[in-house]
């Protein structure tokens, strides 16, 4: 509700010289995977490009000389939105992505005051940024949570209580858009042992498997 910060881990061990341990990883660029995808379906939810009901197509597709493909290589046919979403699967996303424009999703993620990381062979970004292919740090991303916990308005990260700017908060989508994510996220498969419909949140495997990402509310 305020954007304090009540714990942050940096690392495992602050000490071990081996393996850099000192280094603050909530400030380090990584590719964030699947956890940037609800933001794609707040998006065209808030663009009137889709609804949680909206039917899409899972099914092998091309767009150029890129080919998405699902985690698990397999296809469902066709899926709600808010079906695609919860099996986090990543063809229909790609498409909602496709429609909004991938610059376009950047800016608005850039607007709402995240730090986004593109290579730097240059040129448009393309479709891949919807399945990780960007930076970001887990500071910035889970400030876009943030703003998607609280009905689409954004607000700074303090980590001393009462800090921070008295400057309005940028809006990341409106009310209904995230409601529509925070309410499938919660409808998800729960964590192992957790009660289900307690949790709206989302998983990410960053590119090459070098990070597990799970950021929820």
């Given at each position: 509700e305020t954007g304090d910060i009540r714990a942050s881990v940096g690392g495992v061990d602050y000490f071990a010289a081996e393996r850099s341990g000192s280094l603050d990883l909530t400030r380090a660029l990584r590719s964030p995977g699947s956890a940037l995808k609800?933001?794609?379906?707040?998006?065209?939810f808030d663009n009137g490009i889709a609804h949680p009901e909206t039917m899409?197509?899972?099914r092998p597709a091309r767009y150029g000389i890129y080919v998405p493909e699902n985690f698990d290589m397999t296809f469902q046919g066709m899926v709600s939105a808010r079906k695609a979403?919860?099996?986090?699967l990543n063809v229909p996303a790609v498409e909602l992505l496709s429609a909004l424009g991938p610059q376009r999703f950047l800016s608005?993620?850039?607007?709402?005051?995240a730090t986004i990381a593109m290579p730097k062979e240059g040129g448009a970004p393309g479709l891949a940024v919807g399945l990780g292919g960007l930076g970001?740090?887990?500071?910035?991303?889970?400030?876009?949570?943030v703003g998607l916990a609280r009905g689409g308005e954004m607000a700074p990260l303090r980590v001393?209580?009462?800090?921070?700017?008295?400057?309005?908060?940028?809006?990341?989508?409106?009310?209904v858009a995230a409601w529509y994510v925070a309410d499938t996220l919660l409808g998800a498969p729960?964590?192992?042992?957790?009660?289900?419909?307690?949790?709206?949140?989302?998983?990410?495997?960053?590119?090459?498997?070098r990070d597990a990402w799970a950021v929820g509310f």
């Open positions: 609800p933001f794609i379906y707040a998006l065209a899409l197509e899972d979403l919860q099996l986090s608005r993620l850039r607007d709402a005051g970001i740090t887990l500071q910035d991303l889970t400030r876009l949570y001393r209580a009462g800090g921070g700017t008295a400057e309005p908060s940028p809006r990341l989508v409106d009310p729960p964590p192992l042992n957790a009660a289900p419909g307690r949790i709206a949140y989302k998983t990410g495997t960053s590119y090459g498997y």
